[in-house]
């Protein structure tokens, strides 16, 4: 079964930085397109940013774009979220999944930005 572990979330001032970090223990890891998705508190899961199995193509959600950066150590299997300028609206938990998503997701970790 495959696990989904995610960490680096935290309670950040507005305008400061995280990395979020995404380790899966999946086999075909480096052929997988990874995705970061994120819920707030009483809404759905949204779309953040994915990332090719190569680390060559990225795509962002408009809210996040030239704020945040997806990348990859497929030696670790391992994916990557480097927030920065984060805003309270980016309050949330976020997630990792591959793309498509597997039916077990992980705990998430928590983002929490103060104005």
């Known amino acids: 079964q495959v696990q989904l572990v995610e960490s680096g979330g935290g309670l950040v001032q507005a305008g400061g930085s995280l990395r979020l970090s995404c380790t899966a223990s999946?086999?075909?890891?480096?052929?997988?397109?990874m995705n970061w998705v994120r819920q707030a508190p009483g809404k759905a899961r949204v779309f953040v940013a994915s990332?090719?199995?190569?680390?060559?193509?990225?795509d962002y959600a408009d809210s996040v774009k030239g704020r945040f950066t997806i990348s990859r150590d497929n030696a670790k299997n391992t994916v990557y979220l480097q927030m920065n300028s984060l805003k309270p609206e980016d309050t949330a938990v976020y997630y990792c999944?591959?793309?498509?998503?597997?039916?077990?997701w992980g705990q998430g970790t928590q983002v929490t930005v103060s104005s």
């Open positions: 999944n591959t793309d498509p998503p597997r039916a077990t």
């Open positions: 999946l086999r075909t890891f480096s052929a997988a397109t």
């Open positions: 990332i090719d199995w190569s680390g060559g193509r990225t």
